[in-house]
Nanobody, 115 residues
């Protein structure tokens, strides 16, 4: 059974930092491209960052320089370090694993940036 479980969300003040984690099980993790998406209330789900199985990373423009995606294949974990957080970063953040066009999704973790 495939499971992706996100953690690390919460309430943070503007300018603060959070580190999201995603624990994967039931997949050949090292062969999957892993991504973080986010969905703000009433909006669509947007790609935040991707790390390929070769550890090549890419980011949405508004996250470049503030967010860092990384993976630990030995632990089947993917992380999203978020710095300089802004109120507009408030959203539910989802972990996704993909291979050959097929995606698995986690349940999401809420991030709220507010004073």
């Amino acid at each position: 059974q495939v499971r992706l479980v996100e953690s690390g969300g919460g309430l943070v003040q503007p300018g603060g930092s959070l580190r999201l984690s995603c624990a994967a099980s039931g997949i050949g993790f090292s062969t999957y491209s892993m991504s973080w998406y986010r969905q703000a209330s009433g909006k669509g789900r947007d790609l935040v960052a991707t790390i390929s199985n070769y550890r090549v990373t890419s980011y949405a423009e508004s996250m470049k320089g503030r967010f860092t995606i990384s993976r630990d294949n030995a632990k089947n974990m993917v992380y999203l370090q978020m710095n300089s957080l802004k109120p507009e970063d408030t959203a539910t953040y989802y972990c996704s694993g993909s291979r050959n066009g097929f995606n698995y999704w986690g349940q999401g973790t809420q991030v709220t940036v507010s004073a």
